[in-house]
């Protein structure tokens, strides 16, 4: 008789799996939502140069001794080109925002405050800032931007442009197989037109689920109880795959395959956890490859992969697995019934700011995955959760 895994021993178990791939360099237009392998360092500096952060006239403040101050205008500066000549006595330059500001120029006068006619500008009065961003001031060469281990948002790639780097190291995505089998499964759309079937349902979730954790599914395949077909679909998945997902197939009857297609070099790390929905998940490794094994029925699949296929997927991405795994307190809006000798994970749903079962908990139900907010953690034997209640909840 296979013993029965507590949930936070399975859970440490998969997370000591949950490790970040090796790096590669992907070309930054390809990198959002990625994770950083490699820290980004500064390859120039912001700015390159003293700048101009107004459109005005760059001057001397020798020059601005008595105001009103006639200057020369002895040229312009527009951002992108190259270093005007340093100002001598009695001369200013036209400047614009983002333009190397002139050797010897202490500051640039913004246009509002001057007057110009022809050659020669007027200014007026000047204020206390100097409108010039100094080279180096957001940051030097060599400056590291961003750690290894970043997520990469809009905003962190802003930083990683202006480091001026084209490719960025990063971690390689998890390339994920989803085996489904079943007989009486069919692809959507197919089983109103043959009796006795059922929508193969649960590899697109599961797919959109890899996908938000940062993974990449490389082959999505239902397959048919047969060991023979499932063997070579094994082989093949695992030439492809960092890890293969196979749904189905893992309890005890008679074309339940699920495990023994991977053969005896499989390393089962657990099989069978003590909770409900989900008891006969498993989680092994065939070489290089990690093997999830979920259950068929869908509500019973859903909460085990939202427990261990996104974590696991986050953690090979490089994200962290913990944000995967945010246990939060919430409060009960109506009873919870007591609980058996397993954890159970409630379906459950927010209303008035407060935690409502679902009412239909059934491990195959469909209908009701759509209305599930979160999934609250009840332990083993514990009483009747009353209204008002604290309780346990992952966002599901």
């Given at each position: 008789?296979?013993?029965?895994?507590?949930l936070?021993?399975?859970?440490?178990?998969?997370?000591?799996?949950?490790?970040?791939?090796?790096?590669?360099?992907?070309?930054?237009?390809?990198?959002y939502?990625?994770?950083?392998?490699?820290?980004?360092?500064a390859?120039?500096?912001?700015p390159?140069?003293?700048?101009?952060?107004m459109?005005g006239?760059a001057?001397?403040?020798?020059?601005l001794?008595?105001?009103?101050a006639?200057l020369?205008?002895?040229?312009?500066?527009?951002?992108?080109?190259?270093?005007?000549p340093?100002l001598e006595?009695?001369?200013?330059?036209?400047i614009?925002?983002?333009?190397?500001?002139?050797?010897?120029?202490?500051?640039?006068?913004?246009?509002?405050?001057c007057?110009?006619?022809?050659d020669?500008?007027?200014v007026?009065?000047?204020?206390?800032?100097?409108?010039?961003?100094?080279?180096?001031?957001?940051?030097?060469?060599?400056?590291?931007?961003?750690?290894a281990?970043?997520?990469?948002t809009?905003?962190a790639?802003?930083a990683?442009?202006?480091?001026?780097?084209?490719?960025?190291?990063?971690?390689?995505?998890?390339?994920?197989?989803?085996?489904?089998?079943?007989d009486?499964?069919?692809?959507?759309?197919?089983?109103?037109?043959?009796?006795?079937?059922?929508?193969?349902?649960?590899?697109?979730?599961?797919?959109?689920?890899v996908?938000?954790?940062g993974?990449?599914?490389?082959?999505?395949?239902?397959?048919?109880?047969?060991?023979?077909?499932?063997?070579?679909w094994?082989?093949?998945?695992?030439?492809?795959?960092?890890?293969?997902?196979?749904?189905?197939?893992a309890?005890?009857?008679?074309?339940?395959?699920?495990?023994?297609?991977w053969?005896?070099?499989?390393?089962?790390l657990f099989?069978?956890?003590?909770?409900?929905?989900?008891?006969?998940?498993?989680?092994?490794?065939?070489?290089?490859?990690?093997v999830?094994?979920?259950p068929?029925n869908?509500?019973?699949?859903l909460?085990?992969?939202?427990?261990?296929?996104?974590?696991?997927?986050s953690?090979?991405?490089?994200r962290k697995t913990?944000g995967?795994?945010?246990?939060?307190?919430?409060v009960?809006g109506?009873?919870?019934?007591?609980?058996g000798?397993?954890e159970?994970?409630?379906?459950a749903k927010?209303?008035?700011g407060r935690?409502?079962?679902?009412?239909?908990?059934?491990s195959?139900?469909q209908?009701m995955?759509?209305q599930?907010?979160?999934?609250?953690?009840?332990?083993?034997?514990?009483?009747?959760?009353?209204p008002?209640d604290?309780?346990?909840?992952?966002?599901?």
């Amino acid at each position: 008789m296979t013993v029965l895994v507590p949930l936070d021993e399975a859970l440490d178990i998969m997370l000591a799996q949950a490790n970040p791939l090796p790096g590669e360099d992907v070309p930054i237009e390809q990198a959002y939502d990625r994770t950083l392998a490699a820290p980004v360092l500064a390859n120039i500096a912001s700015p390159r140069a003293d700048s101009s952060a107004m459109d005005g006239y760059a001057v001397r403040d020798a020059d601005l001794a008595q105001l009103p101050a006639s200057l020369r205008v002895a040229g312009e500066s527009f951002a992108g080109t190259a270093q005007p000549p340093a100002l001598e006595a009695g001369e200013a330059v036209r400047i614009f925002t983002g333009a190397p500001v002139p050797d010897r120029a202490d500051r640039v006068v913004i246009q509002e405050n001057c007057s110009r006619d022809g050659d020669m500008v007027t200014v007026h009065e000047y204020g206390s800032g100097r409108h010039i961003r100094y080279a180096g001031h957001d940051f030097d060469e060599g400056d590291e931007l961003l750690p290894a281990g970043t997520h990469l948002t809009a905003r962190a790639l802003v930083a990683a442009a202006g480091a001026d780097l084209a490719q960025i190291n990063l971690v390689r995505r998890p390339r994920v197989a989803i085996l489904g089998t079943g007989d009486e499964l069919v692809p959507p759309g197919e089983a109103r037109h043959r009796p006795g079937t059922i929508p193969e349902s649960l590899s697109p979730a599961l797919a959109a689920m890899v996908g938000e954790a940062g993974g990449e599914v490389v082959q999505r395949v239902h397959l048919p109880d047969d060991i023979a077909v499932l063997e070579d679909w094994a082989r093949e998945a695992l030439t492809q795959a960092d890890l293969v997902v196979i749904t189905g197939g893992a309890s005890v009857g008679e074309r339940d395959y699920a495990k023994i297609i991977w053969g005896e070099e499989l390393d089962l790390l657990f099989s069978k956890v003590a909770i409900k929905p989900g008891k006969p998940m498993w989680l092994g490794r065939r070489g290089k490859t990690l093997v999830l094994g979920l259950p068929g029925n869908p509500t019973s699949a859903l909460v085990t992969a939202r427990l261990f296929l996104v974590p696991l997927v986050s953690g090979m991405a490089g994200r962290k697995t913990g944000g995967a795994l945010d246990w939060r307190e919430g409060v009960a809006g109506t009873s919870f019934p007591a609980n058996g000798s397993r954890e159970t994970l409630t379906r459950a749903k927010w209303e008035g700011g407060r935690l409502v079962p679902l009412d239909s908990q059934d491990s195959s139900s469909q209908a009701m995955l759509a209305q599930a907010d979160v999934l609250v953690r009840r332990p083993i034997d514990a009483p009747q959760a009353m209204p008002g209640d604290p309780l346990r909840y992952l966002d599901f």
